[in-house]
């Protein structure tokens, strides 16, 4: 058959198709959506034992919040076991990260009582629970530089680097299984 006859065909074949389903148009499969983007991990946190730290840790997880889309920081809902928990004592401020998003942050007076910022000590720390590691020494636009940018050092933004590694931890799945449980003590 010319491809000529096959297009004046095709109507006919139509109309029979048609008529065999009874009359009525059967749609065709739709085609795959796009795959929605993966919702962010919650990873919960209770601050009840941060003391006079409680509003800057609310502050710190904020930050984190605003900075990045893989993962959300929430306070832990009553009764509910948090990943994190945030402590205040009289050393110095530090993260002990059992595995990516769960630990507990010492938020120490040391170095409140020296000058640091305290929200940007809470940022720093729960970077820690995030998965980043120190930059020290580092300068004041680095979070993860700590105490080594100085007391006047008020920021407590992540860089777009620290940023974009905190996305690629809580990228997937197979990132946080990947992920050893071990435990990691960061003293800043």
């Not at 491809?3 to 109507?11: E, K, T």
């Not at 941060?50 to 832990?76: I, R, S, Y």
């Not at 979070?143 to 007391?151: D, E, I, Q, V, Y």
């Amino acid at each position: 058959m010319t491809s000529s006859r096959l297009v004046r065909a095709l109507p006919a074949a139509v109309v029979a198709v048609l008529a065999l389903a009874g009359g009525q148009a059967v749609a065709a499969p739709a085609a795959p959506a796009a795959t929605a983007p993966a919702a962010a991990r919650v990873v919960t946190y209770d601050a009840s034992g941060a003391a006079e730290f409680k509003d800057a840790v609310t502050k710190g997880a904020a930050v984190w919040n605003e900075h990045v889309t893989g993962v959300q920081l929430k306070p832990a809902s009553s009764g509910q076991r948090a990943d994190v928990r945030v402590v205040a004592d009289d050393g110095w401020p530090r993260a002990q990260v059992s595995g990516l998003g769960s630990g507990t942050v010492y938020f120490g007076r040391e170095a409140v009582n020296e000058g640091y910022n305290t929200v940007r000590i809470a940022s720093h720390e729960l970077g820690h629970i995030l998965g980043l590691p120190d930059k020290k020494p580092g300068p004041c636009s680095s979070l993860m530089s700590g105490a080594s940018a100085g007391t006047s050092c008020t920021n407590p933004n992540p860089d777009a680097s620290e940023k974009a590694e905190v996305e690629d931890n809580f990228g997937g799945a197979e990132a946080t299984s990947a992920k050893a449980r071990t435990t990691t003590v960061y003293a800043d």
